[in-house]
């Protein structure tokens, strides 16, 4: 009879533990918050996409090709590291976790992990893609929660909301007024 109860416990515990897995729940960060949070901010090109399988986790490895660094110090090129991707005949598909494209510019709000590449602070809310406006040559940054709901504690709602189109001389702007304000607080 213990056996019957131990492995009924132990199916539904795989069953619930396995749903609660698969759940993705970001919360809000202001620009501010995530400026102060972020050790390094990279303006970079993708250049490439590989995934490896780690620790039994599917990882999609992106390499950019850095172009402006706006916090902390980068090398020419990095490497950041992110759940999900496909590896031989198993994918792994992580909701909130930006993919880029070769070619693609991005602005990147980054974290270094332990083994010497980058994770993205709050994933899709430290991405944002950078163009530029073919017939003004001006270059604008939209982040990618934008069309991704994030969790507001103050409403307590999932809400899609981000900065659309922001003109990158005024997001890098903005970006410098919350880490000299964060700079002005520690002293």
Known sequence: MWSKITTGLALLVAIFGASAARATTIERMSLE???RTAKVIVRARCVGNSTHQDAGEIWTFTNFAVEEVWRGAAPAQI????LGGRAGN???SVSGVPRFHEGEEVLLFLEP???GDFSVVSWEQGTFRVRRDPATGRE???QDTASFATFNPTTRRYEAAGIRRAPLELLHARVDAA???AEGAAK
């Open 33 to 35: 918050k995530m400026s």
């Open 179 to 181: 880490l000299r304000s």
């Open 90 to 92: 198993l994918t792994s």
């Open 113 to 115: 992990t332990s083994r």
């Open 140 to 142: 604008s940054a939209t």
């Open 79 to 82: 490497t950041v590291r992110l």
